[in-house]
């Protein structure tokens, strides 16, 4: 694919008024290479291509609106949303969307440096990188999902919120949190490879424990704050509703602290990597 010249002299005129090193710019650019070679690679020969991950989505939305709205006569009320089956449908998506991006990242991100042995071989490579190249590409293919599910609450509702705008706040803290626990697990696998097995298990509990099927209003009121204030991905599902479904944030103070949580786990996950980084050659 041929660059635009102007493009080109527009982005590197950008990275110069930044007060960045140019080392900086070298790594961002092979990550975006490498996330680029990894979606490209996922669906390879494939007649849909990218649009799997798009109806691996709906197909759950499907199921889910199917099981708990027909079969289960779940109903629920939004507001600037029609009370029927497929309102249910788009609240429980709105919690998928996120978890998917999530879980998918964080699975796969566990695995990233056991499965390029070369590339940690190599003494120029910057490791540091591998876990973000799985998280990152499915943080892009969830914004398909994500694409889909503001299109249908746009026609559902007749209006499109401004609250979109703010999607960014949320993201930040997401991907801080995936990429924390991330570099944690790819680290440790090197040296004991039951963590991915174990991470499953794990995130199948996590998942229940996040209002994403059920609302948090049919947890019990004397566990709904723990369960807002310990568990980030509650604070991160509610706001992506309060922001797609609602047009209007009703959990800032939660997502403050999940933010908090989030870097946290950046920063601890991040330092642990670092620290068992320099044994992955010889492990592999």
């Known amino acids: 694919m041929t660059k635009n010249p102007k493009i080109v002299r527009k982005l590197v005129n950008v990275r110069r008024i930044l007060p960045i090193s140019e080392r900086f710019w070298a790594k961002f650019d092979l990550l975006r290479t490498l996330v680029r070679r990894d979606l490209e690679a996922r669906y390879k020969g494939s007649v849909l291509g990218n649009l799997w991950p798009l109806l691996n989505q709906l197909s759950q939305l499907l199921i889910y609106t199917y099981v ?124 004991l490879r039951d963590i991915p097995q174990t991470l499953i298990v794990i995130l199948n509990i996590w998942m229940y424990l996040t209002p994403i099927i059920y609302p948090a209003s049919a947890i019990p009121e004397e566990w709904r704050g723990w369960v807002f204030w310990l568990n980030p991905m509650t604070a991160i599902v509610e706001v992506y509703r309060d922001i797609v479904l609602v047009g209007e944030v009703k959990h800032w103070g939660e997502l403050g602290v999940a933010s908090l949580i989030a870097l946290t786990f950046f920063c601890g996950g991040l330092w642990c990597y670092r620290r068992l980084r320099p044994a992955f050659a010889d492990v592999l």
């Open 68 to 191: 708990f709205s027909i079969v289960l006569k779940v109903k629920l009320s939004i507001k600037a949303l029609p009370e029927n089956n497929f309102t249910f449908g788009l609240w429980l998506f709105a919690g998928l969307v996120p978890w998917i991006a999530f879980s998918g990242g964080l699975n796969q991100a566990a695995s990233s440096v056991i499965v390029q042995p070369n590339l940690v071989k190599k003494v120029v490579f910057p490791l540091g990188l591998l876990p973000l190249v799985p998280i990152l590409s499915t943080f892009i293919e969830s914004s398909f999902g994500l694409i889909a599910l503001i299109f249908f609450v746009a026609i559902s509702s007749q209006t499109l919120h401004t609250t979109l705008a703010l999607l960014p706040l949320v993201w930040i803290p997401q991907l801080l949190m995936t990429a924390g626990l991330g570099y944690l697990t790819a680290g440790v696998t090197v040296f």
